[in-house]
């Protein structure tokens, strides 16, 4: 794990190499234990890549970058772990080829001198990474296929600068930061972000996951994607229930031995969900001996609070617990840092939550954690995305099942037939009704507080849920399938997987998540759609059943489990002085009519208006654009 930067130039200076050199220091966090930085010549300019490392596995020298192939042919910088690395050079050295060092680095390498583009496919892993090839004067981006880890790039005329976090890449582009006020609309109106290239930055983009991109040092104005990675989401699999729960099973278990290799302390992250919970416990399925250390966040006194469920676990793996609590005085203290690790606005302070837990795990001698993060998205977690279901079910003519659903899915806590009668709504192919949906719900696709209202577009897939829905429901029969491609490709599971990234970095942690595997995703998408959601409304059908006698059965038969929370409101309402000192900034923010902006603020504040999702949004906005001096 560790960060990356990089600059090409036909028009080297000192100065940009100065640059590069800061913008290296900006991910000291990212790679405490070593850093290198070398100039490369190519014929149509020099090429500057740095790299810091967090050292996980091959803790010596070895594992130094940039790293270069014994004919000098290929130089690369790599961020991210390949697990199956082992695996690999195993197969590599059939074919007659030597490692030197025992660092999973090399081993990408020269699977990638050997292999090329197809050796991507092969990598189990979390992986961003820049292949220089000096024979052809290329350089290639690579993403891994989910977006655990983060690659931004800025393309301007002959300069080509790119890096693992915005602060790296901002130093190396000739313009001044300016906001992209399409992704601050986005962001405060409709709470979408990380779903496309553009960043909270104008000119600096992102490749999207499971992307490459290739650049000729020729002509370096011209970037080419492309899709290495598409999940595919048609039935490919006729196993019985049984049948398919244990090899879920198997695949789990086997995703969670190779997320173990660590040649540093490691932890789990437990939250008392199933999902957490099962990762804990198949780490002592899988070694019934070894010391199990979790850490947690606990909200105690709060409905909230999970510590019942982590303490059940805990017992049943024999867990050594650390346990964190927090208050609204923690945010406030902490939010300016937090703001500037996470570079972007981020939706909610349960991200807060997640940055102390990575403090917490760092500061108990842990480099490693492994998360639960992901498989809310690929098992149709939190309420099942019935939408997707119920049209599914629209398609095949099965109405009176969708009665039946309708009125069993209802009856789980934190949800209601009226809920459900909305998802119904939404299978509704008319833009108006979704619009008013919307305006019901409370929103507004133009606030009285946004300037030139008319500037913006209005992307109508985020008037239902902020999801692709429009464009998934013509996956035939399949639409709750398709749902959670989207969610896990493109709206829902990249910012979850940002928050944590940076949350991890921050206190130099490396963020592990043995969900999120091609080979799982693939197989999971490919089951009836009834295997991950029941026609009784449970979520996680099959999950749950393949992991029967690992995990405790009160973990399992929960119903009451809605999500990560944090008491939000309680803290905001504890630092209103101080959030109305900093909501001045937004008669600064040309996008946003400040009197207007505050005035909403201050009727959440009196009780005229219910606090919802968007008020956080607002107050987020302004601070982050504050911290960074954006007009």
């Known amino acids: 794990m560790c960060g990356i930067v990089g600059v090409f130039s036909d028009h080297w200076t000192p100065a940009l190499q100065e640059s590069l050199s800061y913008g290296l220091d900006q991910l000291k966090d990212r790679g405490p234990d070593d850093s290198g930085l070398d100039l490369f010549t190519s014929s149509f300019g020099t090429l500057g890549l740095g790299h810091a490392r967090l050292s996980i596995i091959d803790l010596s020298e070895g594992g130094h970058q940039p790293m270069i ?27 007659g080829l030597e490692f030197t060092t025992d660092s999973d680095t090399e081993v990408l390498l020269k699977a990638w001198s050997y292999w090329g583009e197809s050796s991507i496919s092969r990598l189990v892993g979390m992986f961003a990474f820049v292949v220089f090839d000096s024979k052809l004067d290329t350089l290639t981006l690579v993403r891994d296929a989910f977006g ?8 301007e005329d002959g300069r080509l600068s790119f890096g693992s976090e915005i602060r790296a890449v901002l130093p190396l582009i000739t313009q001044e930061p300016k906001l992209d006020q399409q992704t601050a609309y986005s962001y405060l109106v409709h709470g979408a972000y990380d779903n496309v290239t553009a960043t909270f930055f104008e000119n600096v983009n992102q490749l999207s996951p499971g992307h490459i991109a290739k650049i000729n040092l020729s002509n370096t104005s011209t970037v080419h994607l492309s899709k290495w990675w598409t999940p595919c989401v048609k039935l490919n699999s006729i196993l019985p229930f049984d049948a398919a729960a244990d090899r879920l099973r198997n695949l789990f278990l086997e995703s969670v031995r190779l997320h173990l290799r660590s040649d540093v302390p490691l932890c789990v992250n437990l939250s008392g969900g199933v999902d957490s919970s099962s990762i804990a416990c198949a780490v002592r399925h899988i070694y019934p001996d070894i010391p199990i250390n979790t850490v947690s966040f606990v909200a105690r006194g709060s409905a909230e609070d999970e510590e019942v469920w982590i303490d059940i676990v805990n017992k049943h793996i024999g867990a050594t617990s650390h346990k964190i609590t927090l208050s609204g005085g923690d ?7 937090m ?19 990575f403090h917490q795990v760092r500061s108990k001698g842990f480099v490693v954690s492994l998360d639960g993060q992901g498989a809310d998205e690929m098992l149709a977690g939190y309420d099942g995305y019935p939408h997707g279901l119920i049209d599914s079910m629209l398609k095949k003519y099965e109405f009176f ?20 009668l909305k998802y119904v709504v939404k299978n509704i192919k008319n833009k108006t009704i979704w619009k008013l949906l919307y305006l019901l719900n409370g929103r507004d696709v133009k606030p009285k507080w946004l300037n030139d209202q008319k500037k913006y577009q209005i992307d109508e897939s985020q008037l239902i849920n902020d999801q692709l829905f429009a464009q998934e429901r013509e996956v035939s029969g399949r639409t709750l399938m398709g749902v959670l ?3 896990m490709t493109k709206y829902g599971l990249p910012g979850l997987l940002r928050h944590s990234d940076r949350n991890s970095m921050r206190w130099s942690v490396e963020s592990r998540v043995p969900f999120l595997t091609t080979e799982l995703a693939e197989f999971c998408l490919g089951l009836p759609e009834e295997y991950l959601v029941s026609r009784e409304g449970e979520t996680k059908c099959i999950f749950k059943a393949a992991m029967r006698g690992i995990v405790p059965d009160e973990i399992l038969d929960r119903r009451d489990k809605v999500g990560f929370k944090t008491p939000e409101f309680s803290w905001v309402m504890e630092q209103k002085e101080i959030i109305r000192e900093w909501m001045e900034y937004s008669h600064e923010i040309d996008i946003i009519n400040g009197n207007e902006f505050i005035q909403e603020i201050e009727e959440v504040f009196a009780g005229v208006k219910p606090y919802r999702a968007d008020t956080w949004r607002m107050i987020n906005f302004c601070r982050w654009a504050m911290l960074h001096n954006l007009k």
């Open 401 to 420: 099942a969708i009665i039946k659903f309708i009125i069993a899915w209802s009856k789980w806590p934190n949800r209601s037939k009226i809920g459900a």
């Open 69 to 95: 192939t014994d004919d000098q042919r290929f130089a690369i910088v790599f961020n991210g772990e390949i697990y199956n690395y082992k695996e690999l050079r195993e197969e590599l050295s059939r074919e």
């Open 339 to 357: 703001i500037i690790a996470q570079g972007e606005p981020f939706v909610s302070s349960s991200v807060y939550a997640g940055y102390m837990v």
């Open 485 to 487: 491609r989207t969610a």
């Open 148 to 155: 655990i880890k983060p690659l931004f790039y800025s393309n």
């Open 331 to 337: 945010l406030s203290r902490d939010l300016d840092d």
